[in-house]
């Protein structure tokens, strides 16, 4: 959003027509950026979404933020990220600057992107009878998103902005770039390689130790010792300890993801991410840990899983976003209902399932109303999402069970709780 502020003209071409509509008539369909910094955005001369990729010859400095999904085998999909350097390479003009923000493995910026762009260059580089010459006439870096959605403690104007350049011109274009830009005082690295790897340190780092805490989770359990209360008491000591919780696993489209990018680039080095993967592994595995749960929780009433309703509480990744890329929710909704399990879910912040990958049978599904002849209709309750926005006394003396894999729900309801 800071681009706006330091160029006159400022082009935001886009393929999905219905988020280009939204965003011209000042409908935000990020629910996490108040729609106060669209109506801004709408009123200036500086903001000009479009789906016209024939804007993009005017364009000097091209920013790639697109998915970078995994395929079935957990291999890199860089589809989208090569389709658009692909687009820009014929559109763009001799001495653009192009920087890639997507997650992705060490090698991209400077191999393939810096490829695809050399041997796609269009029409404007033949009228000026010229080859592209890497940081002379065309300039390639890496500076990875960083952002964490919902989150109010921190705003782009005060994280620290990386950036590293295929080479020291590139860097140092994009590092003026992003500082015109109103972003953090940017941090410029010695390449782009170094740039990717931190990134991906980043959200592996959180991925690690999101499944330590899994793993112990499941240990603590069988010792008949509460997990939150452990973190509780780790966490009086000042120094040498950093909390992270546990959950249902873990979604969005970082940390789940990312690992997965570095493994699957470490072995054309011959070599192997076993830590790396075995994290992945142990928070992967928490969706089953949580429907056995359930179904241990609905035998002690007497019920089987088969038949019995369930009404799953919050399907977003993460809370009070209304993002459900990769969301251990749906892994949960998914075995459940293989189980013979008749399930319902309530999330604030997502009305209806939208098309997703890998839960196509989903879609459509829409959100019980949150009212308390909804939950009596239900045998079990499973939060899986903590929205902050959630009234949890709408439970008090709910005869049925409560699975709490967020430690969220309150003590004082009266009701039957089973923590997973």
């Excluded at 160029?7 to 008539?25: F, G, M, N, S, T």
């Excluded at 909804?374 to 006394?393: A, P, W």
Aim: aromatic residues 10%.
């Amino acid at each position: 959003m800071g681009w706006t502020r330091a160029w006159r003209e400022r082009v935001w071409p886009c393929a999905h027509h219905r988020q280009i509509d939204k965003l011209q008539r000042a409908h935000s369909y990020i629910v996490y950026i108040p729609q106060d910094t669209w109506d801004k955005l709408s009123q200036s001369a500086q903001f000009e979404p479009t789906d016209d990729f024939e804007r993009l010859r005017e364009v000097d400095v091209f920013v790639i933020c697109l998915p970078t999904p995994v395929g079935p085998h957990n291999e890199p999909d860089l589809q989208y990220v090569f389709g658009a350097v692909q687009t820009i390479a014929a559109k763009m003009k001799p001495g653009s600057l192009v920087i890639l923000e997507s997650t992705t493995y060490p090698g991209t910026t400077d191999t393939d992107v810096v490829a695809l762009l050399r041997d796609n260059v269009g029409a404007a580089w033949l009228t000026e009878r010229t080859a592209p010459v890497l940081g002379e006439n065309f300039f390639v870096a890496f500076s990875p998103e960083r952002e964490d959605p919902a989150n109010q403690m921190f705003a782009y104007e005060t994280i620290p902005k990386l950036v590293g350049g295929v080479c020291a011109t590139s860097g140092a274009l994009a590092a003026e770039f992003y500082k015109q830009a109103g972003f953090a005082t940017p941090v410029l690295v010695e390449s782009a390689r170094v740039a990717e790897c931190a990134k991906l340190v980043e959200n592996i780092y959180r991925s690690v130790n999101i499944a330590l805490v899994n793993e112990l989770k499941v240990v603590f359990e069988a010792m008949d010792v509460n997990i939150w209360s452990v973190l509780d008491a780790a966490q009086t000591k000042p120094f040498g300890f950093h909390r992270f919780n546990p959950g249902p696993g873990v979604g969005g489209h970082c940390i789940g993801v990312d690992p997965f990018y570095l493994s699957w680039k470490a072995k054309e080095f011959g070599q192997n991410c076993d830590f790396v993967q075995l994290a992945a592994r142990v928070n992967a595995s928490m969706p089953d840990f949580v429907v056995g749960r359930v179904a241990a929780a609905l035998n002690e009433l007497g019920r089987a899983l088969n038949g019995s309703r369930v009404l799953l509480i919050g399907v977003a990744f993460k809370a009070d976003v209304d993002d459900m890329r990769g969301s251990p929710s749906l892994e949960v909704w998914e075995r459940l209902r293989k189980g013979g399990a008749l399930v319902s879910y309530y999330d604030p912040m997502i009305s209806v399932i939208p098309p997703t990958r890998e839960h196509r049978l989903l879609m459509g599904q829409e959100s019980v109303t949150w009212n308390r002849e909804s939950i009596d209709g239900h045998d079990c309750l499973v939060l899986l999402t903590n929205h902050s926005q959630i009234d949890y006394s709408i439970l008090k003396s709910y005869s049925g069970v409560v699975v709490d894999t967020r430690n969220a729900v309150p003590k004082d309801l009266d009701i039957r709780v089973v923590q997973a």
